[in-house]
């Protein structure tokens, strides 16, 4: 079956720490991969999304992600974290063919410490 | 362009009582998602419409939910009678064209505690 595995489920960093969150899927044809993050008491919303082409792939607010076929991951990154990045964040995968469902991963729980 | 309204934010009920949720999504998506968010996990996939049709509904629990979308726009899913584990925030999302090359657009979710 086809599953989304986020490996950490909170994170706790300092403003201006790097960030990089864990998404691995299993699926064995082409998907296209995204990050959605939900801020406290607000809906999920999207991050950034790979489709084709350049694997590494950025997002808002100056987040990126790069996408490695062989290792069936796609790992969130940000360079230097800000106290407003405390959310949820969501990998999702999306078979590129069939019924175009969406599989979401558990979340990782990121806080980030003024 | 407003985004998906959801309906009702919050609802208690004790169990063996029935409660339906609303979802109007935003104006020309061709797809509406239901998903169920349980506390501490992801975003479960309870059933996709394109248009009015259903798409996949596998992962529904059809002895108690139920979901329609008339007219190929807004949607209402129902839970009867509900159980405790039933507790959740219920999330519509629509998308444009059938999620293909597309994202997901998701309302604030109703939550549901059932006593």
């Known amino acids: 079956a086809q599953s989304v595995s986020q490996h950490n489920h909170h994170v706790i960093l300092s403003e201006a720490a790097s960030l990089e969150l864990g998404c691995n899927y299993s699926y064995g044809g082409t998907v296209n991969l995204f990050w959605y993050v939900q801020y406290p008491g607000q809906h999920l919303q999207l991050l950034l999304k790979?489709?084709?082409?350049?694997?590494l792939v950025k997002g808002i607010k100056g987040f990126e992600a790069e996408f490695i076929k062989s290792k069936f991951s796609f790992n969130l990154r940000k360079p230097s974290v800000q106290w407003s990045d405390t959310a949820e964040y969501f990998c999702?995968?999306?078979?590129?063919?069939?019924?175009?469902?969406?599989?979401f991963g558990t979340g990782t729980r990121l806080k980030v410490l003024a | 362009e407003a985004g998906v309204a959801q309906s009702p934010r919050y609802k208690i009920i004790e169990k063996r009582q029935s409660v339906a949720f609303w979802c109007n999504p935003i104006s020309g998506h061709a797809t509406l998602y239901w998903y169920q968010q349980i506390l501490g996990q992801g975003p479960k996939l309870l059933i996709q419409f394109q248009n009015n049709g259903v798409v996949d509904d596998s992962q529904l629990p059809k002895d108690r939910f139920s979901a329609e979308r008339l007219k190929g726009v807004d949607s209402t899913l129902k839970i009867q009678p509900a159980k405790l584990e039933d507790s959740a925030v219920y999330l519509c999302?629509?998308?444009?064209?059938?999620?293909?090359?597309?994202?997901?657009?998701f309302g604030e979710g109703s939550r549901l505690t059932v006593l």
């Open positions: 999702a995968v999306n078979p590129s063919s069939g019924t175009y469902k969406y599989i």
């Open positions: 790979y489709f084709s082409g350049d694997p």
């Open positions: 999302a629509s998308s444009r064209r059938g999620g293909l090359a597309g994202e997901l657009f």
